[in-house]
């Protein structure tokens, strides 16, 4: 969707989304609830920087004028959550650097907090994106796409029922647990073919002991392949709920736009 006829006094929010098939703008003016979106692939062959490079170019998001309430950036690389008592911002670094294998310890290191969950989600974020965006857009944030999904779902969380939360996102799928009030269990799957998600989901769910008639798996995010992980977890799990945007949440109208990937809405909704 392009961007024209922009209000240049017009506050709004720009969010870059990066994901493993390519990069996404999405820009957002309150005063009208107005979302723009474009998306740039990446190309098989060709440096993912150089795409990246090439979107803020061309971009008409990005070009946008006014004043901005909110830049930031949404990636979906490999994290790992420690809870706040054992954490130390400073070794944030090596203790990534020690938790994945070197094909995976490109990139700088960041973290957002989780205050409910009292856990720290740390992340990376490719070094020469990273400068890029930083150069581009004085003051950018970065956020894990878990990071609001994991504070949010635990706000809605029924303390007297064991649930096992699957969100969808492009290829991958975000599996995730509570237990007593605190994250009991992440991790992420790829997810672009259908058995492979099953299969996945119900390893977890062996794994953690659950129980197949009394508890809950909780389908999230907007893949085309939701309803049938679901109708095939169906035969072997008495509950299984699939949620949509506007059933976790009910108050906000970007909820309704069915532009918005869960975890950026997760986001905005959140921050905003």
Same mark, same amino acid.
């Given at each position: 969707?392009?961007?024209?006829?922009?209000?240049?006094?017009?506050?709004?929010?720009?969010?870059?989304?990066?994901?493993?098939?390519?990069?996404?703008?999405?820009?957002?003016?309150?005063?009208?609830?107005?979302?723009?979106?474009?998306?740039?692939?990446?190309?098989?062959? $060709?440096?993912?920087?150089?795409?990246?490079?090439?979107?803020?170019?061309?971009?008409?998001?990005?070009?946008?004028?006014?004043?901005?309430? #909110?830049?930031?950036?949404?990636?979906?690389?490999?994290?790992?959550?420690?809870?706040?008592?054992?954490?130390? $911002?400073?070794?944030?670094?090596?203790?990534?650097?020690?938790?994945?294998?070197?094909?995976?310890?490109?990139?700088?290191?960041?973290?957002?907090?989780?205050?409910?969950?009292?856990?720290?989600?740390?992340?990376?974020?490719?070094?020469?994106?990273?400068?890029?965006?930083?150069?581009?857009?004085?003051?950018?944030?970065?956020?894990?796409?878990?990071? #609001?999904?994991?504070? $949010? #779902?635990?706000?809605?969380?029924?303390?007297?029922?064991?649930?096992?939360?699957?969100?969808?996102?492009?290829?991958?799928?975000?599996?995730?647990?509570?237990?007593?009030?605190?994250?009991?269990?992440?991790?992420?799957?790829?997810?672009?073919?259908?058995?492979?998600?099953?299969?996945?989901?119900?390893?977890?769910?062996?794994?953690?002991? #659950?129980?197949?008639?009394?508890?809950?798996?909780?389908?999230?995010?907007?893949?085309?392949?939701?309803?049938?992980?679901?109708?095939?977890?169906?035969?072997?799990?008495?509950?299984?709920?699939?949620?949509?945007?506007?059933?976790?949440?009910?108050?906000?109208?970007?909820? $309704?736009?069915?532009?918005?990937?869960?975890?950026?809405?997760?986001?905005?909704?959140?921050?905003?």
């Amino acid at each position: 969707m392009q961007a024209t006829g922009n209000n240049p006094n017009q506050p709004y929010s720009l969010s870059i989304r990066l994901h493993a098939d390519g990069l996404s703008f999405f820009g957002y003016r309150p005063a009208n609830g107005r979302v723009a979106c474009e998306t740039y692939p990446f190309v098989p062959g $060709k440096d993912p920087i150089e795409t990246l490079r090439e979107a803020l170019d061309q971009s008409a998001i990005a070009r946008w004028e006014g004043d901005r309430l #909110m830049t930031c950036a949404l990636t979906q690389s490999p994290a790992m959550q420690v809870p706040l008592d054992c954490f130390h $911002k400073e070794e944030a670094h090596a203790l990534y650097r020690l938790t994945y294998s070197s094909g995976e310890r490109k990139g700088k290191v960041y973290y957002n907090i989780l205050p409910h969950l009292e856990v720290a989600q740390i992340f990376t974020i490719d070094n020469e994106a990273e400068k890029i965006l930083c150069q581009r857009f004085p003051g950018i944030r970065f956020y894990h796409s878990h990071t #609001m999904i994991l504070e $949010k #779902m635990w706000m809605l969380e029924k303390q007297s029922v064991r649930r096992l939360y699957a969100c969808f996102l492009e290829k991958e799928m975000f599996v995730f647990a509570y237990r007593e009030q605190r994250l009991a269990y992440a991790n992420s799957f790829q997810a672009d073919v259908l058995e492979n998600a099953v299969y996945f989901l119900l390893s977890v769910w062996k794994n953690l002991g #659950m129980d197949a008639q009394a508890d809950e798996c909780v389908l999230l995010g907007g893949h085309v392949i939701k309803p049938h992980v679901a109708q095939i977890l169906s035969r072997y799990l008495a509950h299984v709920e699939e949620l949509c945007a506007t059933d976790v949440y009910r108050r906000s109208t970007l909820a $309704k736009n069915p532009q918005m990937p869960f975890d950026l809405l997760s986001l905005w909704v959140n921050i905003i």
